[in-house]
């Protein structure tokens, strides 16, 4: 199992970045898969979620309503659009599926900085 997560970046207050991750090693489509972030010394969060077929999504409450969640099976990717992003959403930014592997990523740093 391996999740390659990529699309970080430094961006200023306000802007927006799209991440996404490459999935291998089982099979995606049968898996809801979730977007994870852990910032400067905290613990690793929960930042958002997909059921297996894309149909339903959920968002953490500090995220909901700027954050999209989205995948494509034929490609084992899934997306995160981030908008409006905030000083807050510094973090390294990881994906995992349902419930998660122990396996993680490298993660993509996200740096919100003017």
């Known amino acids: 199992v391996q999740f390659v997560e990529s699309g970080g970046g430094l961006v200023q207050p306000g802007g927006s970045l799209r991440l996404s991750c490459v999935a291998s090693?089982?099979?995606?489509?049968?898996?809801?898969m979730s977007w994870y972030r852990q910032g400067p010394g905290k613990e690793r969060e929960f930042v958002a979620a997909?059921?297996?077929?894309?149909?339903?999504?959920n968002y953490a409450d500090s995220v909901k309503g700027r954050f999209t969640i989205s995948r494509d099976n034929a490609k084992k990717t899934i997306n995160l659009q981030m908008n409006s992003l905030k000083p807050e959403d510094t973090a390294v930014y990881y994906c995992?599926?349902?419930?998660?592997?122990?396996?993680w990523g490298q993660g993509t740093q996200v740096t919100v900085s003017s």
């Open positions: 995992n599926r349902q419930p998660p592997h122990n396996s």
């Open positions: 997909i059921t297996d077929g894309g149909g339903s999504q």
């Open positions: 090693g089982f099979a995606f489509s049968w898996y809801g």
